[in-house]
T-cell receptor, first 115, second 109 residues
Framework: NAGVIQTPRHKVTGKGQEATLWCEPI?????VFWYRQTIVQGLEFLTY????????DSGMPKERFSAQMPNQSHSTLKIQSTQPQDSAVYLC?????????????FGHGTKLSVL | QEKVQQSPESLIVPEGAMVSLNCSFS?????SIWWYQQHPGKGPKALI???SNGNKKEGRLTVYLNRASLHVSLHIKDSQPSDSAVYLC?????????WGSGTKLIIKP
């Protein structure tokens, strides 16, 4: 099992450009999470899918961020019109089931740098 | 809203020492509490969790939970240089994980 796979590992965008981040969860896991990590804010929850359905997007900045899970093998996080403050490590995690306090398995993250 | 605070912010200890990391939380009705380890350039990795008051031991790790004092601690016995990492406390509150800001641990050979 390769674990949670995130691509790309690093992405550099210019201010105002779009960035799409990809995540492949562990096969058989029904819950997929997106987090953002910075030195200042630490780990921030963005959004969560269960069985591909969006369940909670309370952490998502509403205007420029969107996430999808078109099938059980991948999820995407899209950031439109990127801004320097979007620079962070974006982490994807999966678990067997959100409801039962299952441990999260994280990918290595995508480091986004907005110039 | 649950709040999670970790101390100390950073810790340097010699190899072989016992390490103690602390985490305080605000909601006594929180569910399980997890400790994660994060090495540079990697995602967090779950180490150990606890739900009930008391302690739980797994290998060199022991976690203690006291819900009355809203405190949980992680103890690492016989620390190794490979234990050098950031340790994150995560409290499961209303089925959402609330994260502390972490303790950076350095084990000196």
């Amino acid at each position: 099992n390769a674990g949670v796979i995130q691509t790309p590992r690093h992405k550099v965008t210019g201010k105002g450009q779009e960035a799409t981040l990809w995540c492949e969860p562990i096969s058989g896991h029904s819950a997929v999470f997106w987090y953002r990590q910075t030195i200042v804010q630490g780990l921030e929850f963005l959004t969560y899918f269960r069985n591909q359905a969006p369940i909670d997007d309370s952490g998502m900045p509403k205007e420029r961020f969107s996430a999808q899970m078109p099938n059980q093998s991948h999820s995407t996080l899209k950031i439109q019109s990127t801004q320097p403050q979007d620079s962070a490590v974006y982490l994807c995690a999966s678990s067997l089931d959100r409801i039962s306090n299952e441990r999260l398995f994280f990918g290595h993250g995508t480091k986004l740098s907005v110039l | 809203q649950e709040k999670v605070q970790q101390s100390p912010e950073s810790l340097i200890v010699p190899e072989g020492a016992m390490v103690s990391l602390n985490c305080s939380f605000s909601d006594s009705a929180s569910q399980s509490i997890w400790w994660y380890q994060q090495h540079p350039g990697k995602g967090p990795k779950a180490l150990i969790s606890i739900f009930s008051n008391g302690n739980k031991k797994e290998g060199r790790l022991t976690v203690y939970l006291n819900r009355a004092s809203l405190h949980v601690s992680l103890h690492i016995k016989d620390s190794q240089p490979s234990d050098s990492a950031v340790y994150l406390c995560a409290v499961n509150s209303n089925y959402q994980l609330i994260w502390g800001s972490g303790t950076k641990l350095i084990i000196k050979p």
